[in-house]
């Protein structure tokens, strides 16, 4: 336990695949030389009582049917998104300018599916965990998430006084 009393820390970025799990193993390797480390879902076995989906954003798509191929949308998406009238959902940020400015509404914005979290029951009590799928957004959201769907398990049975200060990194 670190000097007044245990602390908590997140590994959090914009997209999923960018390295945060390598990340956090790393920092609790090396904590782990002169604290006490626990990484918990790698740690418990646990059994999934509870599924949800995460949607971490929007992607733009075009309805063929109602495009006429004026070049707009290609022409204006500054993530190079858009080519031969076809989006490529890795490389569109969602920002909705194509949407915009498309003079037939050929373009909807739909929720993209982020990753999952999870609420499992373990022997040492509930545990709330994630997963991102790779390239997904919006993962600093989902630590949001899972910290306030189940804040009793988040807080690790532990009275209000010897709980973490939830600083996040």
Same mark, same amino acid.
């Given at each position: 336990?670190?000097?007044?009393?245990?602390?908590?820390?997140?590994?959090?970025?914009?997209?999923?695949?960018?390295?945060?799990?390598?990340?956090?193993?790393?920092?609790?390797?090396?904590?782990?030389?002169?604290?006490?480390?626990?990484?918990?879902?790698? @740690?418990?076995?646990?059994?999934? +009582?509870?599924?949800?989906?995460? &949607?971490?954003?929007?992607? /733009? #798509?075009?309805?063929?049917?109602?495009?006429?191929?004026?070049?707009?949308?290609?022409?204006?998406?500054?993530?190079?998104?858009?080519?031969?009238?076809?989006?490529?959902?890795?490389?569109?940020?969602?920002?909705?300018?194509?949407?915009?400015?498309?003079?037939?509404?050929?373009?909807?914005?739909?929720?993209? @599916?982020?990753?999952?979290?999870? +609420?499992?029951?373990?022997?040492? &009590?509930?545990?709330?965990? /994630? #997963?991102?799928?790779?390239?997904?957004?919006?993962?600093?959201?989902?630590?949001?998430?899972?910290?306030?769907?189940?804040?009793?398990?988040?807080?690790?049975?532990?009275?209000?006084?010897?709980?973490?200060?939830?600083?996040?990194?």
């Amino acid at each position: 336990m670190a000097a007044g009393g245990p602390i908590q820390i997140s590994v959090a970025s914009g997209k999923g695949g960018t390295g945060k799990t390598t990340v956090a193993l790393n920092l609790a390797c090396t904590a782990s030389r002169t604290l006490r480390v626990q990484v918990l879902s790698l @740690l418990l076995e646990n059994t999934v +009582v509870e599924t949800q989906e995460f &949607g971490g954003g929007l992607k /733009a #798509r075009i309805d063929a049917r109602k495009c006429d191929a004026c070049g707009i949308c290609e022409k204006s998406c500054r993530f190079h998104a858009i080519e031969s009238l076809s989006i490529d959902p890795v490389f569109c940020e969602g920002c909705g300018l194509c949407q915009l400015l498309c003079p037939t509404r050929a373009i909807e914005m739909y929720p993209e @599916l982020s990753g999952h979290w999870y +609420v499992s029951e373990t022997a040492r &009590g509930p545990l709330v965990h /994630a #997963r991102l799928e790779p390239g997904g957004d919006n993962s600093g959201r989902l630590v949001t998430v899972v910290r306030h769907s189940r804040p009793e398990a988040c807080d690790g049975g532990l009275p209000a006084s010897q709980r973490p200060n939830n600083t996040q990194h």
